[in-house]
């Protein structure tokens, strides 16, 4: 019989405690499970994928999203590169944090321990299910999964393999629930005593929608507006090749850059020479005006600053100085990820304490924003709120702390009369 979102959240609830207390062997032996699984139904994956595909083009999906649909024998592949990447890592939880001496014989320690119970709520890239279910279960949480509607039948057959291999380990069935329909998701924002933290993966529109209906702790993944800064101290040809990949590595993902910003004094002779190389991709241009008057691109409105088109489109933006694109930056971001380039010291150093995002770089990339890149073993998503996690949210994202204390017959009425006289002597943590 199908259960109830509210069933299967009590059922995450109470595998939770469980799963919470598996040791690392346990959970690590459940993850290369996990990866065998996949490898042992490649065949049957890749065939519930191409029938997600056909509707996908049926509904004429834009190429993007479609590539990032597709899960082909070369994404499983790395699917499992990335399962046994996972595993390799050190277990996240029973860290010692900190660890002191409140009085003799009565010590204080800070000890890394699961959040209980996710609901995620992503794209339509079957990957992402893997990805977010694998951290979940190293972390020691239990999970409620909902993916885009156009990877439906993709994520059941994923979900029907994971959960079969992982529970033939001994880890307790409820460890995860895949919600299948908008109603679903609605019906989740309300099992507040069940769910302790929600994560969406979409638009800022959706994530408001999000917190605005429910009581749950909200950690947003929303838009991902980024910048690319090429300030007058830039290496040109740096400035070209990164900005290149910054934005055509790859279109339909969050940490593409969406706007160039140029400084004014290098404008003209790095206008040309990036366009150039922008538009042998397949770069649609937009500019300022002074953009159009060098590169005669096409012109942007104030709407193309604050859009990020997951396209092959690029807005440009020629500004007077790092002063000038940090304030443009913080206007019309969404404090995601953005980049300056230069050799420039002071430049740098401005960019890097001004800039009010979740990843700030310096001569690189904005794609490397990721989990997997940060050694993170993946994610369940780039956080752009300001507490708790920010940026790529790895095991250390899913994971709280507790207070233990260990005494010795120590009372709060003997800390009064003398008896046991506070110390507050900081101990090594890493002999707790």
């Known amino acids: 019989m199908e259960r109830t979102v509210a069933q299967t959240a009590r059922m995450a609830r109470e595998a939770s405690r469980e799963?919470?207390?598996?040791?690392?062997?346990?959970?690590n032996r459940a993850l290369d499970a996990m990866a065998a699984a996949l490898n042992k139904n490649r065949a049957y994956l890749v065939a519930e994928n191409q029938l997600d595909l056909e509707a996908a083009r049926a509904d004429q999906l834009d190429a993007p999203l479609m590539s990032r649909l597709e899960l082909n024998d070369k994404k499983i592949s790395q699917l499992i590169d990335g399962l046994q990447a996972l595993i390799r890592l050190?277990?996240?939880?029973?860290?010692?944090?900190?660890?002191?001496?409140?009085?003799?014989?009565?010590?204080?320690?800070?000890?890394?321990?699961?959040?209980?119970?996710?609901?995620?709520?992503?794209?339509?890239r079957p990957d992402a299910l893997v990805q977010i279910a694998s951290l979940a279960l190293k972390s020691g949480n239990a999970v409620l999964l909902k993916g885009g509607r156009e990877a439906a039948k993709t994520n059941a057959a994923l979900f029907k393999v994971l959960d079969r291999a992982v529970r033939e380990t001994g880890i307790p069935e409820g460890w995860a629930g895949l919600l299948?329909?908008?109603?679903?998701?609605?019906?989740?924002?309300s099992l507040e005593q069940d769910i302790d933290l929600l994560i969406p993966r979409g638009s800022n529109a959706f994530v408001r929608y999000i917190m605005e209906h429910t009581h749950i702790l909200v950690m947003?993944?929303?838009?991902?507006?980024?910048?690319?800064?090429?300030?007058?101290?830039?290496?040109?040809?740096?400035?070209?090749?990164?900005?290149?990949?910054?934005?055509?590595?790859?279109?339909?993902?969050?940490?593409?850059?969406?706007?160039?910003?140029?400084?004014?004094?290098?404008?003209?002779?790095f206008l040309p020479a990036a366009a150039e190389a922008l538009q042998a991709k397949g770069v649609r241009l937009l500019g300022d005006e002074a953009a159009q008057r060098i590169i005669g691109c096409e012109p942007a409105s104030d709407e193309d600053w604050a859009t990020e088109y997951l396209a092959p489109v690029l807005s440009i933006k020629v500004v007077s100085g790092v002063e000038e694109a940090s304030a443009h930056i913080n206007r019309y971001g969404s404090h995601h990820t953005?980049?300056?380039?230069?050799?420039?010291?002071?430049?740098?150093?401005?960019?890097?304490?001004?800039?009010?995002?979740?990843?700030?770089?310096?001569?690189?990339?904005?794609r490397f924003a990721d989990?997997?890149?940060?050694?993170?073993?993946?994610e369940v998503g780039i956080s752009t709120s300001r507490l708790h996690a920010r940026g790529p949210v790895?095991?250390?994202g899913l994971c709280t702390y507790k207070y233990i204390l260990l005494g010795s017959g120590q009372t709060v009425a003997g800390t009064l009369d003398g008896t046991y006289p506070f110390t507050h002597r900081d101990l090594d943590c890493g002999k707790a």
């Open 19 to 27: 799963l919470s207390a598996a040791t690392i062997e346990q959970r």
């Open 90 to 124: 050190p277990d996240p939880l029973n860290r010692t944090l900190m660890a002191r001496e409140l009085t003799p014989g009565l010590d204080l320690y800070r000890v890394s321990c699961p959040i209980g119970v996710l609901g995620i709520v992503f794209e339509s």
């Open 180 to 189: 299948q329909t908008r109603e679903d998701v609605n019906a989740m924002l």
């Open 220 to 269: 947003g993944h929303a838009d991902g507006l980024c910048h690319t800064y090429v300030d007058a101290g830039a290496d040109l040809d740096m400035a070209v090749s990164v900005t290149v990949d910054a934005k055509t590595q790859a279109y339909a993902v969050c940490n593409a850059t969406e706007t160039l910003l140029v400084h004014r004094d290098i404008a003209e002779k």
């Open 338 to 366: 953005d980049a300056i380039i230069t050799n420039d010291e002071l430049a740098k150093q401005y960019f890097i304490s001004h800039v009010d995002s979740a990843g700030v770089y310096v001569n690189c990339s904005t």
């Open 371 to 378: 989990g997997y890149r940060y050694g993170f073993g993946a």
């Open 394 to 396: 790895g095991l250390e």
